[in-house]
């Protein structure tokens, strides 16, 4: 149903730096990634020219955001700059829409009624529904997501998220949660990686820490730097079969797609030969 997603996104962290992705982009898409989700961090994404540069060097990919930050950026200026682009490029530019995180911000004053606002003046400035996901993870988000958008990327969850989010959204809601990965077959050092973007900043999130509590885990799991059974469901890790059988958990729990987010020693580190040994690899779809 949504085929032009693929069913495994490319995730880039912002702190790959904007240049380097750039120069990532049409190497995913030669690797066979149809969807490139692009961390935006913190901050406003303003004209989006990052992701226009993404998208003039790529074919036919579909860029992204992941995500646009509603306090940060003002609805009616995503949706000028996403037709001046589209209008450019044909319509290759998905928009990742969210809230952050309150600890982020000195007033995060009702929220919903922000993503909501802000998602029907995407709409009312022409972007079309199916160009919007929502960075979702409760009830009430979920329920938005699936009334005004094409659907939910929810980020750092576990299958039984997905689940419940699958529940929640209904039949025929793009859902597409993100998932870290380190390919590496030792387990104590993939763990020792893992854990080191686990921990900082999001163990510290109570966003996340929350939602993690909704879904299986107990506060010994979420305390830093994390429990070892909380950095494997969040980190999939080992040979490219055994992080395929991974993310092959949220697929059974009703993902659509999943963005495989690469996590190395060094979170700057290229990620490239890994998205091309797993795309190597990839389960026949």
Same mark, same amino acid.
């Given at each position: 149903?949504?085929?032009?997603?693929?069913?495994?996104?490319?995730?880039?962290?912002?702190?790959?730096?904007?240049?380097?992705?750039?120069?990532?982009?049409?190497?995913?898409?030669?690797?066979?990634?149809?969807?490139?989700?692009?961390?935006?961090?913190?901050?406003?994404?303003?004209?989006?020219?990052?992701?226009?540069?993404?998208?003039?060097?790529?074919?036919?990919?579909?860029?992204?955001?992941?995500?646009?930050?509603?306090?940060?950026?003002?609805?009616?200026?995503?949706?000028?700059?996403?037709?001046?682009?589209?209008?450019?490029?044909?319509?290759?530019?998905?928009?990742?829409?969210?809230?952050?995180?309150?600890?982020?911000?000195?007033?995060?004053?009702?929220?919903?009624?922000?993503?909501? @606002?802000?998602? %029907? #003046? +995407?709409?009312?400035? *022409?972007? !079309? &529904?199916?160009?919007?996901?929502?960075?979702?993870?409760?009830?009430?988000?979920?329920?938005?997501?699936?009334?005004?958008?094409?659907?939910?990327?929810?980020?750092?969850?576990?299958?039984?998220?997905?689940?419940?989010?699958?529940?929640?959204?209904?039949?025929?809601?793009?859902?597409?949660?993100?998932?870290?990965?380190?390919?590496?077959?030792?387990?104590?050092?993939?763990?020792?990686?893992?854990?080191?973007?686990?921990?900082?900043?999001?163990?510290?999130?109570?966003?996340?820490?929350?939602?993690?509590?909704?879904?299986?885990?107990?506060?010994?799991?979420?305390?830093?730097?994390?429990?070892? @059974?909380?950095? %494997? #469901? +969040?980190?999939?890790? *080992?040979? !490219? &079969?055994?992080?395929?059988?991974?993310?092959?958990?949220?697929?059974?729990?009703?993902?659509?797609h999943v963005g495989m987010q690469i996590v190395a020693e060094e979170l700057s580190a290229s990620p490239l030969e890994a998205f091309r040994t797993l795309a190597a690899h990839r389960p026949a779809q």
């Amino acid at each position: 149903m949504y085929e032009q997603f693929g069913k495994y996104g490319a995730w880039l962290n912002p702190a790959h730096g904007d240049a380097a992705r750039i120069e990532y982009a049409p190497a995913l898409e030669e690797f066979g990634y149809q969807t490139i989700w692009v961390g935006i961090g913190a901050g406003p994404v303003g004209e989006m020219a990052l992701l226009e540069q993404m998208i003039a060097e790529t074919k036919s990919a579909i860029i992204a955001t992941a995500i646009i930050n509603m306090w940060d950026d003002d609805a009616r200026s995503i949706a000028y700059h996403y037709h001046r682009i589209v209008d450019r490029h044909g319509p290759r530019l998905l928009l990742g829409v969210g809230l952050g995180h309150p600890e982020g911000r000195d007033s995060y004053e009702k929220p919903l009624a922000r993503m909501t @606002a802000f998602v %029907d #003046a +995407l709409l009312q400035g *022409g972007v !079309p &529904a199916e160009a919007i996901v929502v960075a979702a993870l409760g009830k009430k988000t979920l329920e938005l997501s699936a009334a005004k958008t094409l659907g939910a990327h929810p980020y750092l969850t576990v299958p039984a998220h997905t689940r419940y989010a699958r529940e929640v959204l209904g039949t025929g809601v793009f859902l597409a949660p993100e998932h870290k990965v380190v390919l590496c077959e030792d387990p104590d050092r993939a763990r020792a990686i893992g854990r080191s973007i686990i921990d900082d900043p999001y163990l510290g999130l109570r966003n996340y820490t929350n939602n993690l509590l909704r879904h299986g885990y107990t506060q010994a799991d979420i305390e830093r730097p994390g429990s070892d @059974a909380l950095i %494997d #469901a +969040l980190v999939a890790h *080992g040979s !490219p &079969a055994a992080i395929y059988a991974e993310i092959e958990k949220h697929f059974s729990a009703g993902a659509d797609h999943v963005g495989m987010q690469i996590v190395a020693e060094e979170l700057s580190a290229s990620p490239l030969e890994a998205f091309r040994t797993l795309a190597a690899h990839r389960p026949a779809q």
